[in-house]
């Protein structure tokens, strides 16, 4: 069968997942591997995040407040720009750099250790390479794709206002007033949930290409590669599912 090889790749992801959510709960922990894992992905993704966060921050703000000012309905800018900052943007853009600095890196390593027969070592001598490279690794991931999505709704939210207020011409009180009246907490909470199911994806993906990649260093470069794209194409689909998943269950705040 001619999908029979994509089926089969798909499956074994699905697996890995599976084992990673299993390897979680399971002891002992690798409690160093994780904090240095968690230390290695911030310090390759919070500068990369921040500088990103305020152009799309920007770029909606503007956008907006151009639409907004066409159709008469400036006092919404507030609340339209920062909710889509807050339930699109930075999930997406967090997702995007854990997936592209920090998913690229695990894979590589993950990789390297393949192709040198580290991981078919630990194997003959009883020690899961899941439980010890890949859940501290994926954890890392989804923990620090969790602060910096934070990180991000922050600064994108404070480039909007600046771009909205001194480019445009924008009313403060206007701004924060539509915002406040619109917005409420379940929109941070799908956030942060976005981030985190994104950040385990990025680091599931990344690890299971790390773990199987072609043969020879060429082989790596080209998982590592495998790795960004595939998760890029799940995070998009899995952000519609998750959104409209949460539009029909958490109802709209009226004004």
């Known amino acids: 069968?001619?999908?029979?090889?994509?089926?089969?790749?798909?499956?074994?992801?699905?697996?890995?997942?599976?084992?990673?959510?299993?390897?979680?709960?399971?002891?002992?922990?690798?409690?160093?591997?994780?904090?240095?894992?968690?230390?290695?992905?911030?310090?390759?993704?919070?500068?990369?995040?921040?500088?990103?966060?305020?152009?799309?921050?920007?770029?909606?703000?503007?956008?907006?407040?151009?639409?907004?000012?066409?159709?008469?309905?400036?006092?919404?800018?507030?609340?339209?720009?920062?909710?889509?900052?807050?339930?699109?943007?930075?999930?997406?853009?967090?997702?995007?750099?854990?997936?592209?600095?920090?998913?690229?890196?695990?894979?590589?390593?993950?990789?390297?250790?393949?192709?040198?027969?580290?991981?078919?070592?630990?194997?003959?001598?009883?020690?899961s390479a899941v439980q010890r490279l890949v859940v501290p690794r994926v954890l890392a991931a989804m923990l620090v794709a969790v602060l910096l999505n934070g990180m991000v709704s922050v600064v994108g939210v404070m480039g909007g206002y600046f771009f909205n207020v001194i480019l445009q011409g924008g009313t403060p009180g206007a701004y924060m007033a539509s915002f406040n009246a619109l917005a409420q907490l379940p929109d941070l909470w799908i956030s942060e949930i976005k981030a985190l199911i994104f950040g385990f994806i990025a680091g599931v993906v990344a690890a299971y290409r790390g773990l199987n990649p072609p043969p020879g260093p060429k082989g790596v470069g080209d998982a590592v590669n495998q790795s960004v794209v595939i998760t890029f194409l799940l995070l998009f689909a899995v952000n519609f599912i998750l959104t409209t998943i949460y539009l029909n269950i958490v109802p709209p705040k009226g004004m």
């Open 1 to 127: 069968m001619p999908g029979a090889p994509a089926l089969r790749e798909t499956g074994k992801l699905f697996a890995l997942g599976l084992d990673v959510l299993v390897g979680i709960f399971r002891r002992p922990f690798q409690i160093r591997e994780f904090i240095q894992q968690c230390w290695f992905i911030a310090s390759v993704t919070i500068l990369p995040t921040a500088l990103v966060a305020i152009p799309f921050g920007a770029v909606i703000a503007l956008q907006l407040g151009s639409l907004t000012r066409q159709i008469g309905a400036q006092s919404f800018t507030g609340a339209a720009s920062v909710l889509a900052i807050i339930q699109q943007a930075a999930p997406i853009v967090t997702a995007l750099l854990i997936a592209g600095a920090g998913g690229s890196a695990i894979c590589a390593d993950l990789g390297s250790r393949t192709i040198r027969d580290e991981i078919a070592a630990m194997e003959v001598l009883g020690v």
